[in-house]
């Protein structure tokens, strides 16, 4: 069964606009991730953030996460068209390392 | 950085011949792999998790004779899937993890499977 679940399901904004995307699990974590799917391909990993913290940042990326609302939000700023993608929310990670992957965001920037 | 390599990219068989792909980590070494089926424009959906030295764990409604998995070296996993379908068409991803706490997993670029 999924776990995460991401909203919205698509997002279009303009080259240069922040894109926010959110997700929402059901159960307690040791660590949430956001990956990256460019059509077609694998996903690609973009950040962790643990359970015991609140905020990460990575470049142009920043992951909040609040555990007593089991949510997260990726925040991409000043979007390029290159970031158009699917990303997806992924949660377990745990001793068997097995991660379930929420639905996902189809985000696409327009130049 | 950690990359794993997914041969082929596509493939197209023949109703009732098997397929088999390949999931190598290049640059480190994985006791564990797993491997994904994707539909169009939905998420991944976990099938099983290949353990080098033994058996695969299979999901629940996984054939696990469908979908025969190998995991005989730490570097190498493979799917095949058997007598294929139709319905089997769909994107196979693998992906593999150094297995150390927090570590990501890394992804193949994953295999376009055509059954005709």
């Known amino acids: 069964s999924q776990q995460g679940e991401e909203d919205p399901q698509a997002l279009s904004i303009q080259e240069g606009e922040n894109a926010t995307m959110n997700c929402s699990y059901k159960?307690?974590?040791?660590?949430l991730q956001w990956y990256r799917q460019n059509s077609g391909r694998g996903l690609v990993h973009l950040i962790l953030?643990?359970?015991?913290?609140r905020e990460k940042h990575s470049g142009r990326l920043r992951v909040t996460l609040d555990t007593s609302k089991k949510s997260s939000s990726l925040l991409i700023t000043a979007s390029r068209a290159a970031d158009t993608a699917s990303y997806f929310c992924?949660?377990?990670?745990?001793?068997?390392?097995?991660?379930?992957f929420g639905k996902g965001t189809l985000l696409t920037v327009n130049p | 950085g950690a990359v794993v390599s997914q041969h082929p990219s596509r493939v197209i068989c023949k109703s009732g011949t098997s397929v088999k792909i390949e999931c190598r980590s290049l640059?480190?070494?994985?006791?564990?792999m797993f491997w994904y089926r994707q539909f169009p424009k939905q998420s991944l959906m976990l099938m099983a998790t290949s353990n080098e030295g033994s058996k695969a764990t299979y999901e629940q409604g996984v054939e696990k004779d469908k979908f025969l998995i190998n995991h005989a070296s730490l570097t190498l996993s493979t799917l095949t899937v058997t007598s294929a379908h139709p319905e089997d068409s769909s994107f196979y991803i693998c992906?593999?993890?150094?297995?150390?706490?927090?570590?990501?997993?890394?992804f193949g670029n994953g295999t376009r499977l055509t059954v005709t």
């Open positions: 159960t307690s974590i040791n660590n």
């Open positions: 953030i643990r359970s015991n913290e």
């Open positions: 992924a949660t377990g990670g745990g001793s068997n390392y097995k991660l379930t």
């Open positions: 992906s593999a993890t150094p297995s150390m706490r927090d570590s990501p997993l890394h």
């Open positions: 640059d480190f070494q994985a006791t564990t």
